[in-house]
């Protein structure tokens, strides 16, 4: 890890002779590579290489091939507001890791450790460069959110699979429930789809459940949510919708499979859908009966479309006097 002394700007003539043999010390034993200046007035920090030889620091990303750069805070507004606070609190000891700006824009991270004199807007000790340890954080965190998407997603057709379904439904109901959304769950089933793998392989069963998936993913909105929920199961949560426009949406979706399958192997799909009034807001506690309230009502619609003999879609529907579904053929 490389390492600067950083200087006030201003020294006395007798003070800078004794830091620069101590300078020189330092460098020799390998402890400093280089040092610097940190004027927080204009926030800029110069910034000296002394050891080229000992740690080739031509080749360094830092300094780009210069003996000298000029670095400035990748986010000036809020180092101005943090030495404000600190001023404020009367604190003059500064350690924390700053994101600076390279002239080649490239991110230089440095760890700073010692103390600020507000009256000179200077800063004085120690920074060490932990670029490189934050640029393997970083691509460390991408590779984890990589996985954690992986472990979301549906490998056939890169939809959300169960469990990441269920992750976005559980953030987004609470959101709009609070602001007065309704939501409507479709699931949609395709139709023998057994006899399909048996008479025409499982590899035109993997196309078909893909084309549902792309059929999906263009007849639904950005606010939608769609996963496939197991096998031949697809599941969307409507974002603001009523019973009449869910039931109206959820038919297009079956009308839109059905003709971009007529082509494949005349096959169709069934339709349950469930709906939740906008006034019904939940606790927090409630999101997780809610959602398997919803999924249960769906899934009796569409039990219901394929008792009624299949390609349909039908809606859950809460009598007064008990459970029943409603229909639209
Ligand atoms: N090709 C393919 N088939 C799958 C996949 N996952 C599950 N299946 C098959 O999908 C079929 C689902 O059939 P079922 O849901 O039991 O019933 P169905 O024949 O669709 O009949 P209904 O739902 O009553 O209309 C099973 O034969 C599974 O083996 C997959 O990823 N690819």
Known sequence: MKSYLIQPPEMDPLEKKQQDSAIQTLTNSGMIDGVGVFDFKYFVLRIRAQSSTRHDISRQSLLSGNKEVHLT?????EMKRHIQVMKAKNQTQLNGTIEFRAPNGNSVWLHCKGSLCFKANQFQGIAYDITDYKRQEQQLQRENEEYRLQAHQDDLTALYNRRGFFVQMDHKLPLGLSRGAGYSLAI??????KTINDQHGHQKGDHILSTIATTLQSYTRKSDIIGRLA???FIVLIDETNFTESLRIADRFRAAIEAQLTTMHAATVSI?????KATEVPSESDITSLRDQLIYQAD???????RRGRNQTWHYH???NGTG???LS
């Open 300 to 306: 009796m619609a569409l039990y219901e479309a394929k």
């Open 325 to 327: 579904t409603s229909t």
């Open 73 to 77: 805070p990748a986010n000036t507004d």
């Open 231 to 233: 096998g031949d199961e």
């Open 188 to 193: 949609i089933d395709v139709d023998a789809f």
């Open 272 to 276: 349950g859908i469930s709906t939740l």
């Open 318 to 320: 809460q009598p007064e």
